[in-house]
């Protein structure tokens, strides 16, 4: 599996009479396309971000997205996903025009099946807009699917093809906007679970204001500046303080090193979200679906998402879990918790795929 970061795509896309299995992950930071090409599996991941600009010589409406667009218009780019959905019709738009933009580019063919992951957020005119952003693109003629993003990212950690379709288990996804969490039984949903009072974007906001903190106020940075320390430095495993300079106003250097104001939020985080998972969200199914509840905590918890790609997590995790439920808990994760969504969505792609 490769991984691009660029915004172009030089080569051609599978030949072949069959339709293109494709996973997408449309995400409120990141977005994550994974499609086969000549053979091998290309996981696109990309900002989910778009700015625009006036051509100087014909002016005529100009778009860049990802990163690109991140980087050479930070006080104009649109990030239309902040809360995982397109809440308006104008963020819908947008989203619009981000994802032809991006496939496009990309060269995702339309003679394709096309499985996206959906959120499992209660907002159900966000999930229509969503809905409309891939179904409007040109891609997707054979057919197109969404299915949770929980167990989309499940998929990867739980076996090598779809074996957590078989399953009945637990799925919990560390999100930039919600903690999601939800139990499977073959595929079948039950009681789903979404909070976005424990998120990796307030884990970013604590981690500014600690920084600045730490610095006896001498510090500032933005949140943007705050996840890149976060996916950077945060680990359980081996975190070690590091430097950074800023420049002063007035002109000038300032170096400073970053100790817990990076790895107390992290460590917050955690518990937090074990208190909602623990408290919340099993309580519930355990009231709800007493059977599944108890063969469920007998298999290992797939943990997805952002946050769950801190080294160190999914063990800290087990650990907290199995002492708040008093009982002894297994937690797995895929490779790239932040690419899974993508991948398992490329899998049931590829089963959809073979059985047209």
Same mark, same amino acid.
């Given at each position: 599996?490769?991984?691009?970061?660029?915004?172009?795509?030089?080569?051609?896309?599978?030949?072949?009479?069959?339709?293109?299995?494709?996973?997408?992950?449309?995400?409120?930071?990141?977005?994550?396309?994974?499609?086969?090409?000549?053979?091998?599996?290309?996981?696109?991941?990309?900002?989910?971000?778009?700015?625009?600009?006036?051509?100087?010589?014909?002016?005529?409406?100009?778009?860049?997205?990802?990163?690109?667009?991140?980087?050479?218009?930070?006080?104009?780019?649109?990030?239309?996903?902040?809360?995982?959905?397109?809440?308006?019709?104008?963020?819908?738009?947008?989203?619009?025009?981000?994802?032809?933009?991006?496939?496009?580019?990309?060269?995702?063919?339309?003679?394709?099946?096309?499985?996206?992951?959906?959120?499992?957020?209660?907002?159900?005119?966000?999930?229509?807009?969503?809905?409309?952003?891939?179904?409007?693109?040109?891609?997707?003629?054979?057919?197109?699917?969404?299915?949770?993003?929980?167990?989309?990212?499940?998929?990867?950690?739980?076996?090598?093809?779809?074996?957590?379709?078989?399953?009945?288990?637990?799925?919990?996804?560390?999100?930039?906007?919600?903690?999601?969490?939800?139990?499977?039984?073959?595929?079948?949903?039950?009681?789903?679970?979404?909070?976005?009072?424990?998120?990796?974007?307030?884990?970013?906001?604590?981690?500014?204001?600690?920084?600045?903190?730490?610095?006896?106020?001498?510090?500032?940075?933005?949140?943007?500046?705050?996840?890149?320390?976060?996916?950077?430095?945060?680990?359980?495993?081996?975190?070690?303080?590091?430097?950074?300079?800023?420049?002063?106003?007035?002109?000038?250097?300032?170096?400073?090193?970053?100790?817990?104001?990076?790895?107390?939020?992290?460590? @917050?985080?955690? *518990?937090? &979200?074990?208190? $909602?998972? %623990?408290?919340?969200?099993?309580?519930? !199914? /355990?009231?709800?679906?007493?059977?599944?509840?108890?063969?469920?905590?007998?298999?290992?918890?797939?943990?997805?998402?952002?946050?769950?790609?801190?080294?160190?997590?999914?063990?800290?995790?087990?650990?907290?879990?199995?002492?708040?439920?008093?009982?002894?808990?297994?937690?797995?994760?895929? @490779?790239?918790? *932040?690419? &899974?969504?993508? $991948?398992? %969505?490329?899998?049931?792609?590829?089963? !959809? /795929?073979?059985?047209?």
């Amino acid at each position: 599996m490769t991984e691009t970061e660029s915004d172009a795509f030089d080569g051609s896309s599978t030949s072949s009479d069959d339709p293109t299995p494709v996973g997408v992950k449309l995400g409120s930071t990141r977005t994550v396309i994974q499609i086969e090409r000549n053979g091998e599996i290309e996981t696109i991941r990309t900002l989910t971000c778009l700015a625009t600009y006036e051509d100087p010589i014909t002016g005529s409406e100009r778009v860049l997205y990802g990163e690109q667009a991140a980087q050479e218009y930070p006080d104009s780019v649109e990030f239309m996903l902040r809360s995982g959905l397109p809440e308006d019709d104008a963020r819908a738009e947008l989203a619009k025009k981000f994802f032809n933009e991006l496939i496009t580019a990309q060269n995702i063919p339309e003679d394709s099946v096309v499985v996206y992951a959906i959120p499992t957020i209660d907002n159900e005119a966000g999930l229509k807009n969503l809905s409309d952003v891939i179904e409007g693109s040109p891609i997707g003629e054979a057919t197109i699917r969404s299915f949770p993003e929980s167990l989309c990212g499940s998929i990867p950690a739980m076996g090598d093809e779809l074996e957590a379709i078989d399953e009945v288990f637990v799925s919990i996804n560390m999100g930039s906007t919600n903690l999601e969490a939800c139990a499977y039984r073959h595929g079948e949903q039950l009681a789903p679970f979404s909070t976005g009072a424990v998120t990796g974007t307030e884990v970013d906001r604590r981690i500014a204001n600690a920084v600045e903190e730490e610095t006896q106020g001498r510090v500032n940075i933005d949140r943007t500046t705050a996840r890149e320390y976060k996916e950077e430095h945060a680990s359980f495993v081996d975190f070690e303080p590091f430097t950074d300079i800023i420049q002063q106003p007035g002109g000038g250097s300032h170096e400073f090193t970053v100790n817990r104001g990076l790895m107390d939020p992290v460590d @917050e985080y955690v *518990d937090e &979200a074990v208190d $909602e998972i %623990a408290n919340n969200f099993l309580s519930e !199914l /355990a009231n709800t679906h007493m059977k599944p509840y108890q063969l469920a905590l007998g298999k290992p918890i797939a943990l997805t998402g952002g946050m769950a790609c801190i080294p160190g997590i999914t063990d800290v995790f087990e650990e907290r879990l199995s002492e708040e439920l008093s009982r002894d808990i297994s937690v797995v994760s895929a @490779e790239r918790p *932040d690419l &899974a969504a993508a $991948e398992g %969505a490329h899998r049931i792609a590829e089963r !959809l /795929a073979d059985n047209l």
